[in-house]
């Protein structure tokens, strides 16, 4: 028994001494006495009440050691929700240690109500050889090329480049429900033809994109804004309206982010999920399974729009590796859960789908316990009218009826053939009755989608279905059907091997506001600036409106191009400007504003060198009632001549067309007030300046 693992029981034991305290911490991350952690762990303490801030900043109250690292420096912060503390060591614990976590006397709820002290343990996966990493990289990478498709080494990001889709065929069009389709295709081969589209219900392009890097898992988000996920980088990307990315996405704790879901709310607060990769002893479970098996863990994290991670759950700490339906336990890695959905529920708690047990699971997003148990081998529920019950499924959602959607793929139904469910869901006596369903046959053949596949109940009534992989040719790739379930639209790639993961429909036909990243002011002078803006979806005109710092009427300009300048500017002020779209072709006449941007107008200055103007003198200075400028030129030229008053206001502006050579120039200044005035000749390259006073 190795010194880590002897600490690592220390650790239990103490945690078991204080479980009763526990209780006042309506939940710990990691779980306590939880194995199989990555080393950039936090610890999360969610207490059921809102707690005094004051309290939890004490002087020695946490405490967090590892058996390996030693004692460990952590940052210590309270959430916005005032119930969430979070415990950030500064530096990693290693591979194969057992971490003690000690909380002392002291935090207070708001209330003034004490929590008291308590400890528990928790233990870093074991340490990993170079091998070891290697094997796992390539298992994961086999693993993931098994259902997304080959990975490449040419990824191209397409993200300004022109439009572009994959072939398709509209089979049916007659009176589907309005709304643009979202999907976006691949193949299995090496993804030469992935795109991700917007469409209209007659197959007019509305967006495409062809791009090897971001395309899976293109939808709109709940915070209306477009997501899909990046899978070289492991990130989820958000795009605003111009399909500009304007933000990235990752997990917390170590965690590389799968594609399968992200869920993203108008606060900020997203739900992610990523595979868990252990070497596990497999041999546990019987003699001749592997000793050292690749096992594939779920787990799923809240994170809020600062990056905390809120809460974490963990297939480790809730499944057992043999729950897992019809998955062979003697491979070397072994995708014993493979989560695909996840669905922040009403009432809070979350819904899961986890195709590798048959199973959709909640889960009490307070405590991380679950809360029941549908379909698999743990089935607590009675399927009414539906004995086979679903298998291998994906996309549970819930309805606003409280009924449950998912893509049953019916890998092992007999025969395999897949459909569309709806379920009525009693949780108090534990049925689900079959209340609606939908397959589709072609020349008598059953569709049939070993992966893959989603389900969307639209506002009116209809289903919208994208049938995922699909074994076999002829059959279509999305299908829409009416509460009748006669087919109302379909969709049908060309080329056999083409596949959909998810798709869906929405109403859109944003009046999008210009992208914030670009927009920005060029050409800036004293009195000048341009204000640049890229094109707008929708858009046919823009309207921009700034004024000086401070002021609180706003100057409006509108044009239909994508730059505007601004001019009578005073030199050296701050300005403050913004733009909105005008899209007078769709329901909503105008966008938002965009957020407030500044720009500093230039100085005056003294003397700028024309090679142009050879020479230039204005006199008498001071001036009284006439001002005469005595200029050179080195050739023929326009100008322009302009006066300015000490607060950089234009009082007086002419165009002059000169001849090369010495020309006299009068002004007239008998109505200008007694003060110092700046003159301002430009020519085609460049300008001067000369001060005169005006007694």
Known sequence: MTQHYRQFLLVICMYVISFPLYAQFESISPVPGSRHHNPEETIILCSQYPLDESSIHVRDLFSITGSATGEHIFEVKLVEDLRTIILKPVTPFTEGEAVLVEIGEGIETSKGEKIAGLSFGFSIHDIRSEEDKNRIASQMKELYESEFGKIGT?????????????????????????????????????????????????????????????????????????????????????????????ATYKMGNGYAVDAHEFQIFPDGHRYMMAYDPQIVDMTVYDPGYQSNATVIGLVIQELDEADNVLFQWRSWDHFEITDCDHVNLAFSIIDAVHGNSIEVLTDGNILISSRHLSEITKINRATGNIIWR???????FTFIDDPDGFSFQHDARKLSNGNIT?????????????????????????????????????????????????????????????????????FPNITEVNANKDIVWELELAGSDQAIYRSRKHGWQPCARPSESEIYAS?????????????????????????????????????????????????????????????????????????????TSDPLKEILNEPAISKFNLYPNPANDHLQIDITMDQAQLITVTFYDITGKRIFHQPQNLNAGKQLLTFEITTFPPGIYAAELISGTGRTIRKFVKE
């Open 523 to 599: 050409n800036i002078t004293p009195t000048t600036a341009k204000i640049h803006w890229n094109a707008a979806t929708n858009a046919t005109s823009y309207e921009v409106q700034y004024h000086k710092t401070g002021n609180v009427t706003w100057k409006s300009k509108t044009t239909s191009g994508l730059y505007k300048k601004l001019k009578n500017l005073t030199p050296n002020k701050t300005y403050e400007y913004k733009i909105k779209s005008k899209c007078t072709d769709v329901s909503e006449p105008a966008s938002a504003w965009t957020s407030i941007k500044t720009f």
């Open 154 to 246: 040419d990824y191209i990001r397409d993200m300004a480049g022109e439009p572009s889709f994959p072939e398709f065929t509209i089979n049916k069009n007659n009176n589907p429900a309005a709304g643009k389709i979202f999907f976006h295709n691949f193949t299995f081969v090496n993804n030469n033809d992935s795109h991700y589209c917007i469409i209209k219900n007659n197959g007019d392009s509305v967006f495409g994109k062809f791009d090897t890097v971001r395309f899976w898992g293109f939808d709109i988000n709940h915070n209306g804004y477009l997501t899909l996920n990046d899978r070289h980088d492991t990130s989820w990307v958000m795009l605003d309206s111009n399909y500009k990315p304007v």
């Open 406 to 474: 998912l893509f049953d793929n019916g890998n092992y139904h007999v025969p395999a053939r897949s459909w569309a469910k709806e379920y009525k869901v009693d949780e108090v006596n534990k049925t689900a009755t079959l209340v609606w369903s939908f397959s589709r046959t072609v020349d008598g053949n059953n569709l049939y989608a070993n992966a893959l596949g989603s389900v969307q109940r639209l506002s009116g009534g209809n289903t919208f279905i994208c049938w995922g992989n699909i074994n076999g040719n002829g």
């Open 374 to 380: 549908m379909g698999g081998k743990n089935n607590q």
